[in-house]
């Protein structure tokens, strides 16, 4: 039989704030099964659960908070095999996010679907990022 292990980040971490987040709404921020993680989709809130008030550093948190999910696991961008991003307005943040996202993803680039929605958790949300990565074990 396989272990899944289900990510629990520490209750003062710098990114997120603990796991507040993921307790109200009960899920982990990612597991990790048959040598690959599922890291839930990243949204851009700073460490206080507040929204940005641009688009741009709501781009900026999701990808931090993607990262930070990443070494938690031991693992970086260049693992990442799949990318999910989930946009309330792609022709206007398709440019921004490919910026921000040239900075986090340098090579061996993962495969990338771009989805526009009608809207994401909260009303003021504009991106939501959701990866899938290979394990090094």
Known sequence: MTAIVRLRLPEDDAVFGGNRVFDAFEYAPAVVARGMAYISGQIGLRPDGTVPDTVREQIEWAFKRAEAILRRLGLDFSDVV????????????????????????????????????????????????????????
């Open 82 to 137: 799949e990318m999910v991003s989930y946009h309330v307005d792609v022709g206007a943040q398709l440019s921004d996010f490919r910026e921000v996202k040239s900075r986090y993803m340098r090579a061996d680039f993962p495969a990338w679907t771009i989805l526009g929605v009608a809207e994401l958790a909260r009303p003021a949300l504009a991106v939501e990022i959701r990866l899938v990565a290979a394990t090094r074990a």
